[in-house]
């Protein structure tokens, strides 16, 4: 007895082959459409304006301290500040509810780092226990300027990590912020200058 081996029939070898043409051009398709749109994303992302520009305008601070001065008959402080700092806002405050008129000035750094300087009138001890509220005398760092005070913030304790105050004639100027030790120093023989003037 003879078997006779079925030879597959030719429209089933199109069938196969057509199914595969099939799933092949599927993935090719799937693959296209992911490039066209990450094409159409990226063309969208290179088009579509975007500000870069800085949106806290500088502040003539000194034009604003002219100003305080003229309002309050005090000697407001409006010091040179390094190449490259700028300040980005100013605040007189003649009769706030404590009762101690203050001028705020905040400066910028190059490097997005920071100092704000406080210049307050007529303090009393509360005022000044308030402002160092969670800070220690820092006795080990007075070199070169033993005018000031340096605070350290108290192990454990929020606010301000780095705090320098300076007191005269019964007003008190406060430097905080994030700049670095030379920074503050700067600034602060800036103040001195201009105090003994």
Known sequence: MHLRTRR??????????????????TLRNLVLSLIACLGLVLAIVLIVPRDDSNRIQPVDYKASASQAASASGEEILAPEIPQGWWANRTNWVANPADGVAYWKVGFVGPKN???????????????????SKNHLPNTESQVGFENWTKWVLAEGSEGEKTLWTLERDGNLVALTG???????GALA???ETELNR
């Open 113 to 131: 780092q920071w100092i704000g300087m406080t210049q307050a009138f007529d303090v009393n001890p509360t005022w000044i226990a308030l402002l």
């Open 178 to 184: 994030s700049g670095t030790e030379a920074e503050f």
């Open 8 to 25: 597959p029939r030719a429209s089933s070898l199109s069938e196969d082959s057509a199914a595969k043409h099939r799933a092949k051009q």
């Open 189 to 191: 023989t800036s103040i």
